[in-house]
């Protein structure tokens, strides 16, 4: 199963974007780059038909929005919260797990939320991994 990714669009005024492949609007990664703090970026959100599911296409999405923004921004704190979709069969422990196996890393839990930090470049990372994005100012 070979994909292509490809830019659906740009928003202007946010500095959002949203990397789709051939999949319409059912299978994509989008994230933003923050406005408030330098070299932060969010990944907003990463859908997957159910049928696409296990076969590595989340982590391929992923790695290029990490690989696109790292062109961009070598320096930056990428953050990501795992939180289930009702009904999808995922549960928090899977998003974790995958997280995680990206190289993402746990700094705080609220109720059925995980939010997740990876750094681009160890030297910028704290010692400990603020929950505070001001560290970044």
Known sequence: ??????????????????????????????????????????????????EFRRKGLARKLVNDAIKRIKIECPQACIEITAEPDTDSGVTIENLVAFYESLGFEKYLKLGSRVHFRLYLDDSVKPHTVYDNLSYFR
């Open 1 to 50: 199963m070979t994909k292509s990714f490809n830019i659906r669009y740009r928003e202007q005024d946010i500095n959002s974007y949203a990397y789709l492949e051939n999949y319409s609007d059912d299978c994509y990664c989008m994230w933003r780059k923050n406005n408030e703090y330098k070299n932060v970026y969010s990944i907003e959100r990463l859908d997957i038909l159910s």
